[in-house]
């Protein structure tokens, strides 16, 4: 009997999910973008992972560069996270207002096919530097696929802002979330059968194809993005927005709904980073070999995108579709706090292992698209600009910061370094409330708005 119920449950679900995309044809194509864009990321994050923990630090560093560190008493491979983390942080400085020129600039149609383009062109260069063995390959592409997953995923959720309303975000988004977490999974398969066979550098082959995908997927869903904007008589995302390139920036220190937003990733990051580098702190004396470690993280992996798809495909959208965002932005930090404070008390690897796989998997299934249907009310400047650099320099300032905390509370134990994780926890969730009271007074998108220009203040009174 329990079978069959399954089996009724299984069918109905999947019934539910045909008729979305029968009444929303824009989901489909955007169910593949989303597949794609992370199959090719995760296809891609090993090689990541074995370039960033490799033994032959001339394969990470160019050699002009260690023989810099080592004229000044530094060893650059006992500081490779930490110096990769600096970069990052200062790439993305620096990138900021280049990504603000190009979408202040440019139409849609073009800046969109441009970012994605130059994400397979510089694959096809990372092709040719590992086919011949280039020293200072793996900092190279360490740096570069932080900065494509960060871009390339900011860029995705704002568009999906300009194709779909709020209502259907909140219906759809947790099925294009699901979309994702497949390719995640299916990111690691790909690679663990392929490449020993074809080698390192045919992986980016692969991942170039995958992106490949995604531009085609864009090109699908820009009519339908027209259609919306033209049927709520907003301002059309195929003309260049204008703007200060600089304008997301400012706008997240002008507006309080930005600020509380960008508080609340900071301090998400933040608890993220300190478990993080705590659970790696824990393993390296729980576990005694390497291949002890890998086991215990693959499996924890797993765990997380298993749960993830399980919450997104059962949960999400019924959750938001009934209640709005309020349950998905607030019981992460619910769990995280009562997750935090066990672990203060009794920090063992197996409650790290549990509370790691309950945080990271309520941010992919409830924060992060609870968050991105605040983008759907809003005006464009404020999704292609201010949501950027949120997840972007915001995001990576906060990654950096905490790396640094990490290192100094580390040295007072596990349990100063988790205490200090449950403050975090509560300012996260304070801020997540507080953005709830300010995403409140956005208003109601059931009459269209005309205008939608660039978004700045009162952009809030602006689809």
Not at 18 to 43: I, K, M, T
Not at 147 to 154: E, H, K, R, T
Request: one cysteine or more; proline letters at 4%; a positive charge.
């Amino acid at each position: 009997m329990s079978s069959a119920n399954d089996h009724d449950a299984l069918a109905g679900r999947a019934a539910r999910f045909r008729a979305a995309l029968a009444e929303s044809p824009p989901l489909l194509w955007s169910f593949l973008y989303f597949f794609c864009l992370l199959s090719g990321y995760y296809v891609l994050r090993p090689v990541r992972e074995a370039m960033a923990a490799s033994s032959d630090v001339e394969a990470v560093f160019p050699p002009a560069m260690i023989a810099w560190f080592a004229d000044r008493g530094v060893a650059l491979g006992e500081f490779t996270l930490q110096f990769i983390f600096t970069a990052v942080f200062l790439i993305m400085l620096l990138l900021q207002p280049v990504y603000g020129w190009l979408v202040s600039r440019f139409a849609r149609r073009v800046f969109l096919p441009v970012i994605y383009g130059f994400f397979i062109a510089t694959l096809l260069v990372f092709y040719a530097m590992f086919d011949s063995g280039v020293a200072g390959r793996g900092l190279a592409f360490i740096l570069w696929i932080t900065v494509f997953n960060l871009f390339a995923v900011a860029v995705f959720w704002s568009f999906m802002a300009d194709v779909f309303s709020n209502v259907e975000a909140r219906r759809y988004y947790g099925y294009i979330g699901a979309a994702g977490t497949i390719g995640a999974f299916l990111g690691p398969v790909l690679t663990r059968t392929l490449v020993e066979r074809v080698g390192i550098p045919n992986m980016m082959l692969v991942s170039a194809v995958l992106l490949t995908v995604c531009v085609a997927c864009i090109l699908q869903l820009r009519r339908h993005a027209v259609a919306r904007e033209t049927e709520r008589g907003q301002a059309s995302g195929e003309k260049p927005m204008g703007g200060e390139v600089m304008a997301g920036l400012k706008l997240i220190a002008r507006e309080p709904l930005l600020r509380w937003l960008a508080l609340m990733v900071v301090l998400g990051v933040g608890v993220g980073t300190l478990l993080y580098n705590e659970q790696n702190r824990i393993a390296r004396t729980a576990f005694a070999t390497a291949e002890e470690r890998a086991a215990f993280f693959s499996t924890l992996d797993l765990a997380v995108n298993s749960l993830t798809l399980v919450v997104q495909l059962l949960i999400t959208r019924a959750l938001m579709s009934r209640f709005g965002i309020a349950p998905a932005l607030l019981i992460p930090g619910v769990a995280i706090i009562l997750g935090f404070s066990i672990l203060a008390a009794s920090p063992l690897p197996i409650i790290v292992a549990i509370v790691q796989v309950f945080t990271r998997a309520s941010e992919f299934a409830l924060a992060k698209p609870a968050r991105e249907t605040i983008y759907t009310r809003v005006g464009r400047e404020w999704r292609y600009k201010a949501g950027a650099a949120i997840d972007t320099v915001v995001y990576r300032g906060g990654d950096l910061t905490f790396v640094w905390v990490h290192k100094i509370l580390s040295a007072f134990g596990s349990s100063v370094v988790f205490g200090a994780g449950l403050l975090i926890a509560l300012g996260m969730t304070f801020s997540a409330w507080r953005l709830l009271r300010e995403e409140a007074k956005l208003p109601s998108e059931r009459a269209p708005r005309p205008g939608d220009g660039a978004g700045t203040a009162p952009a809030m009174g602006k689809e």
